[in-house]
Structures are given as C-alpha cells and as structure tokens.
C-alpha cells in the first residue's frame, strides 16, 4: 500500500486497514503473525516534512527465549515516524544527531509504503525475551530435550572431568 504524497488533497489524511500474515513479510523473521493484522494511520503533511502516527494491533508467534516452544502474544504498537525530503535534510559530514532525528527517514520520490513502515514497526517492537511460563526449565544443553516435557537425568549423571580424580580419593 503505497501512498504518493503529491497526489493526496488534505493537509491530514487517515487510512485504516488489515492485511494478511502473507502480505506483511514476516518469512525470515523471529516472529509470525497468527492473524491478519489490523492497523490505523493518520498522515499529516507540513511544509518539511510529513508526520505519520499510528497504531497496530497484531497476534503473532514466537518462540519461546528458553525452550524454543511457540508462544502466541498480542501486540497494541503506537508509533510516529517523520518523512522528510532529501533537500531539507543536512548535507554536513558531521552533524550532531539528536534523539528526535532517528525517527525521521528521508523519501526520495514523495511515495511512503505503509506496509514496510508497518513492517519495521513490529520488528522494532518484538519482545527482547518471551516465556512459555513463568518457571520454564529451557532446554538440557547436553541432550536437548525440552525440560518442560521430560527429566532428562543428565545433570544428575554428569561428573566434571576435572574433579573425576577425587572421587577415588574415598
């Protein structure tokens, strides 16, 4: 869904509307969307620049930091994200950025592509870790077993190959 700038009539303009998992481009990613997403976007053209705010709201799968296991959550994403021509943008090698600047990204050809913003957007806002449950026992890193599933035994069989010697000690 590209939106051409020069084309829209009103200063402020709104699109809401829902694209499906396969339409988003989430192949290659950590996460998949369970459902089609639903997502609401209000474009407000200045004389620089062109303010986009938004909110998307999303189920996707993920696996679990610990056991691997998918874990289905919800995601209320709230984003702005400034759009501003190449020309009112700083050409200096050196310029000091400030924390507004990383929002902003520069167009070149006056279009913006909502389905890549809303890409980027759930991607920016993945979870950094995400549990099966609360006490999850991960997986054994000598057989691999899922320790939610099935006691593996294998830390209680393990001897240190350093220490072995001092067990005939007895």
Known sequence: MIVDLTTLKNSETSFDFTLAPEDVGLENEPASLINELR????LKQGIVQTDVEGNIFVRIAIDCS???QDVEIDLDISFIAVFI??????????AELETNDLEVSIIDDSKIDLIELVREQILLNLPLQVFCQQDCQGLCPKCGANRNLIDCKCKENEIDP???SLKNLK
């Open 66 to 68: 610990r056991c691997l």
């Open 39 to 42: 997502a609401q976007v209000n």
């Open 85 to 94: 021509a190449p020309e009112h943008y700083t050409e200096a090698k050196e």
């Open 162 to 164: 350093r220490w072995a």
